[in-house]
């Protein structure tokens, strides 16, 4: 068993723990409500007292509802897993949408503290509501394309991706946004819809993805783009168990008055972080040797 299922398993079992303290908080606050005791009459006198018990009822019933049911999914995802890999998505999607289910739940109760039903409540605030979800739309379209990418298998946790002009790794999806860590540690915001709507590259779906090296190059530099390249492709011979040198490329991708941006990419082994690092440096020192010898030049 892999650590991210030994996580889980023991994360339920505080939760299964947690759902029968519930389920017997309910049960006791049901008969106490219910049932004809010496509580009826006191429930009778003060109202008020009576509506938040009788929310407080609903609200555990409801969490409990959907406790019973992320559990049993969750169960039945573990024992179809128990052979292969645990996918992070899977786990944070079901709770996040147990989290969405509980905030209605918690909504409805609300509603029921003043006495209110909550059907002819809804019923009485139609116009509201119809604005409400006109001027909610875009966000209940990103929850929706975020539970969409949760619970699919074309974005992980940890990939490495590119979207529009951001390359990261991905450290969380939430209901709204995707959160991106860069290679130089920026935390990049990606709205859920964006993802879902516009191409993405996944270079960790491949057993090899392109490390992408800008640089700006001025033109006192006596600029010979083929030399440049020759110098770098030797430089990565070094580590050719896990680059791809023939896949190596130089292109300038921006020109300036002043100077030009070049981009040099080639493909690595995924999974090999450490090598990839040493291999950024071992580029901008040959990079930087190569700017200082120009210059004198």
């Given at each position: 068993?892999?650590?991210?299922?030994?996580?889980?398993k023991?994360?339920?079992?505080?939760?299964?723990?947690?759902?029968?303290?519930?389920?017997?908080?309910?049960?006791?606050?049901?008969?106490?409500?219910?049932?004809?005791?010496w509580?009826?009459?006191?429930?009778?006198?003060?109202?008020?007292?009576?509506?938040?018990?009788?929310?407080?009822?609903?609200?555990?019933?409801?969490?409990?509802?959907?406790?019973?049911?992320?559990?049993?999914?969750?169960?039945?995802?573990?024992?179809?897993?128990?052979?292969?890999?645990?996918?992070?998505?899977?786990?944070?999607?079901?709770?996040?949408?147990?989290?969405?289910?509980?905030?209605?739940?918690?909504?409805?109760?609300?509603?029921?503290?003043?006495?209110?039903?909550?059907?002819?409540?809804?019923?009485?605030?139609?116009?509201?509501?119809?604005?409400?979800?006109?001027?909610?739309?875009?966000?209940?379209?990103?929850?929706v394309?975020?539970?969409?990418?949760?619970?699919?298998?074309?974005?992980?946790i940890?990939?490495?991706?590119?979207?529009?002009?951001?390359?990261?790794?991905?450290?969380?999806?939430?209901?709204?946004?995707?959160?991106?860590k860069?290679?130089?540690?920026?935390?990049?915001?990606?709205?859920?819809?964006?993802?879902?709507?516009?191409?993405?590259?996944?270079?960790?779906?491949?057993?090899?993805?392109?490390?992408?090296?800008?640089?700006?190059?001025?033109?006192?530099?006596?600029?010979?783009?083929?030399?440049?390249?020759?110098?770098?492709?030797?430089?990565?011979?070094?580590?050719?168990d896990?680059?791809?040198?023939?896949g190596?490329?130089?292109?300038?991708?921006?020109?300036?008055?002043?100077?030009?941006?070049?981009r040099?990419?080639?493909?690595?082994?995924?999974?090999?972080?450490?090598?990839?690092?040493?291999?950024?440096?071992?580029?901008?020192?040959t990079?930087?040797?190569?700017?200082?010898?120009?210059?004198?030049?």
């Amino acid at each position: 068993m892999n650590q991210l299922k030994s996580i889980i398993k023991n994360q339920e079992n505080k939760r299964r723990r947690n759902f029968f303290l519930k389920l017997i908080l309910l049960l006791i606050l049901t008969v106490g409500f219910k049932s004809n005791t010496w509580l009826t009459p006191f429930f009778a006198k003060y109202v008020i007292l009576a509506d938040v018990v009788r929310a407080l009822i609903f609200l555990i019933s409801g969490n409990l509802i959907i406790s019973l049911a992320r559990i049993i999914t969750l169960q039945f995802y573990l024992k179809r897993t128990e052979e292969s890999r645990v996918q992070p998505n899977f786990v944070i999607g079901i709770d996040r949408l147990a989290t969405l289910m509980n905030m209605i739940v918690v909504l409805v109760a609300s509603i029921l503290v003043f006495g209110i039903e909550p059907l002819k409540f809804l019923t009485s605030i139609t116009i509201v509501a119809a604005a409400i979800a006109l001027l909610t739309k875009d966000y209940i379209t990103n929850i929706v394309n975020g539970l969409i990418i949760m619970f699919s298998d074309q974005l992980e946790i940890g990939d490495k991706i590119l979207i529009g002009k951001n390359v990261g790794f991905i450290r969380d999806i939430t209901l709204i946004n995707m959160v991106l860590k860069s290679e130089t540690g920026e935390i990049i915001i990606v709205p859920n819809t964006l993802a879902l709507t516009s191409e993405v590259v996944n270079y960790s779906k491949n057993n090899s993805h392109q490390v992408i090296l800008d640089s700006e190059i001025p033109f006192y530099s006596a600029i010979q783009l083929n030399d440049l390249e020759k110098r770098l492709n030797e430089s990565l011979i070094a580590f050719s168990d896990y680059v791809y040198v023939g896949g190596a490329q130089l292109n300038v991708i921006e020109r300036k008055p002043e100077s030009i941006i070049i981009r040099y990419q080639f493909p690595i082994k995924s999974g090999e972080k450490a090598i990839e690092k040493n291999v950024n440096k071992t580029i901008n020192q040959t990079l930087i040797n190569w700017s200082n010898e120009t210059r004198k030049a």
